[in-house]
């Protein structure tokens, strides 16, 4: 069974950081893309960042500088490090698996999500 298990969300305060994490299968982390998409209340879902199998990543113009994605393989685990944190970053934070097609990312595989708050 293919599980996403994200953790690290909660509340923090403008300028602030939080590191989200995301416990993956281990039969999906060694061959897919690992990626966060962000949702927040009344909008649309959007990429946040991807990294793939190779180490290769991909940022969102919106967090460039501030957010770094990487990936442990000897834990099947992939981090969402968030630094300098606005109110406009609160929305759930969502781990994803998927596959590139012609260099898009294409989320298969959906954590719970974990929330992230940012406010005084």
């Known amino acids: 069974q293919v599980q996403l298990v994200e953790s690290g969300g909660g509340l923090v305060q403008p300028g602030g950081s939080l590191r989200l994490s995301c416990a993956a299968s281990a039969s999906i982390f060694m061959t897919r893309a690992m990626g966060w998409y962000r949702q927040a209340p009344g909008k649309q879902r959007e990429l946040v960042a991807v990294?793939?199998?190779?180490?290769?990543?991909n940022y969102a113009d919106y967090v460039k500088g501030r957010f770094t994605i990487s990936r442990d393989n000897a834990k099947n685990t992939v981090y969402l490090q968030m630094n300098s944190l606005k109110p406009e970053d609160t929305a759930v934070y969502y781990c994803n698996a998927g596959v590139m097609v012609w260099s898009r990312y294409v989320p298969d595989y959906w954590g719970q999500g974990t929330q992230v708050t940012v406010s005084s």
């Open positions: 990294i793939t199998s190779g180490g290769s990543i």
